[in-house]
């Protein structure tokens, strides 16, 4: 066992101190928080940007078991907004000065959709004077039809990989085709080969879960390059297949915590990428969000979905702000961001640092 603040001082950490870190006590987990802190303002800023979340379907082919919207639950009640939704909210985030939106929906991959989503990139660019930066979010796709959304105008891709750790990714998903470790990272490599600023993530807390992988999975982003991160607490789902274990979650104010280390530690470890403070930090503490720009995180996507569609969207229980419009959501928040100490990069991209010195 190292000393912890020696160990602080470290410019490289093995899976070992990674191991150790996670697994702190309150009092030193406040030296961690301390100093990615120290960190994020160093190196990115306190400048919290924004990407508006369009979740414009929940019509998905996947069936992971963790997933509230996942094909077999036939409890969800489908929708799919129409390209004038979609749009209508695209200049929502514009004229409130967002700068960036993410397009999610769940998993498909037919030719209707492929192209319904290449249309809504153009026409995305064109009612916002071609200002507008977009994120997406949409699942396993083949390479050519990455490329055809980056030409379309997409520049940033968002692809959890839910858990780096081959074994655990298969206890969390059916054993089919449509749910291979190997596909979902080779979907990574096609995205960085694209030119995509390419995002991915892991859920905290999941069963079967331990310290050692989420210490993989820190140094899983870092050996892949990742340029942005989000990650959240497991939030167990009554209608999904891993409800059953629940009796052997980590209670969820653990859960949350865990999260804000892991937050905390690939700040540490990556000083320079966007670090997004995932939804669902909110749906276990009110002030999830704002905790996690305190230890690192500098992105928030504030939920801008048409408000009726937005309590079938839900990928697990105690989702905040579903009955909450754009307007009240985009209030509420930047106080709370002023509060956490940051401020809001209003009107700017706020692309991944770790991108731009990438590809220079
Ligand atoms: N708890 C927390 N996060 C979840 N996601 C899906 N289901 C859950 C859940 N039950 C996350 C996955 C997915 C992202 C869109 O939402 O990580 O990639
Ligand atoms: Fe839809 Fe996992 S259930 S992608």
Known sequence: MKNIEDLLQQEHFSRQDLIQLLQTDII?????????????????????????????????????????????????????????SVLYAVKYAYENNYASVVFQSGERQDKAFVKRITNLLRESKKVTNNEIGITISLGEQ???????????????????????????????????????????????????????????????GLPFQTVEHLADDLLFF?????????????????????????????????????TLKMIALLRIIMKDINIAAATALQAIDKAGREKALKVG?????????????????????NKPCIDESADDCSHCLEARIHLAGDSVGYNEWGDSWHYKKRVI
């Open 142 to 204: 083949s390479r050519e039809v990455y490329q055809e959304w980056f030409d379309a105008g997409a520049h940033r891709y968002l692809l959890r990989i839910e858990s780096s750790n081959r074994e655990l990714f298969e206890q969390i998903h059916p054993k089919n085709e449509r749910h291979l470790f190997e596909t979902r990272m080779k979907a990574l490599y096609d995205l960085q080969d694209i030119g995509y600023q390419t995002g991915s993530g892991v859920m905290i």
């Open 222 to 258: 870092k050996n892949f390059g990742i340029d942005m991160v989000g990650m959240g607490p497991y939030v167990e789902h009554s209608q999904t297949p891993l409800y059953r274990f629940q009796n052997q979650l980590l209670p969820q104010v653990e859960r949350f915590n865990l």
């Open 28 to 84: 030193d987990r406040n030296k961690i928080y301390a100093k990615a802190a120290e960190i994020k303002t160093k190196y990115v800023g306190n400048k919290v940007y924004y990407r508006g979340l369009v979740e414009f379907s929940n019509k998905c082919i996947k069936d992971c078991y963790y997933c509230g919207i996942r094909a077999s639950n036939s409890n969800t009640v489908r929708y799919d907004l129409s390209d004038e």
């Open 297 to 317: 995180a500098n992105i928030i996507m504030p939920n801008i979905t048409p408000t009726e569609n937005r309590s079938n969207y839900l990928l697990y229980e």
